[in-house]
Nanobody, 124 residues
């Protein structure tokens, strides 16, 4: 069974850092683009960052550009999101997802495999 599992969320203070991990199991995602998304209470799920299959191309939403860094380790079948200078408005459930193609895409509908999410709470 194909599965993505996020970890690394938690409760932090404004200005702190967290690193989220997304571990894939069931099959390799080496040739799939993968992305990070989040959903805050009462809001729609939004795109944050995407990385292509090789890691050579990344793209970020303006709201996290310069603070968040996406990366992947295809040997470990794991993707990461380094989040620095966290703000209270970053509080949300964070999801990782994989799409069938290798090119980076920002649209949620492009992604067919999703993790269960990990909560990130940033206090002021």
């Amino acid at each position: 069974q194909v599965q993505l599992v996020e970890s690394g969320g938690g409760l932090v203070q404004a200005g702190d850092s967290l690193r989220l991990s997304c571990a894939a199991s069931g099959r390799t995602f080496t040739y799939n683009a993968m992305g990070w998304f989040r959903q805050a209470p009462g809001k729609e799920r939004e795109f944050l960052a995407v990385i292509n299959w090789s890691g050579s191309n990344t793209y970020y939403a303006d709201i996290v550009k310069g603070r968040f860094t996406i990366s992947r380790d295809n040997v470990k079948n794991t993707m990461y999101l380094q989040m620095n200078n966290l703000k209270p408005e970053d509080t949300a459930v964070y999801y990782c997802a994989a799409r069938s193609g290798g090119a980076a895409r920002t649209t949620l509908d492009e992604y067919g495999t999703w993790g269960q999410g990990t909560q990130v709470t940033v206090s002021s």
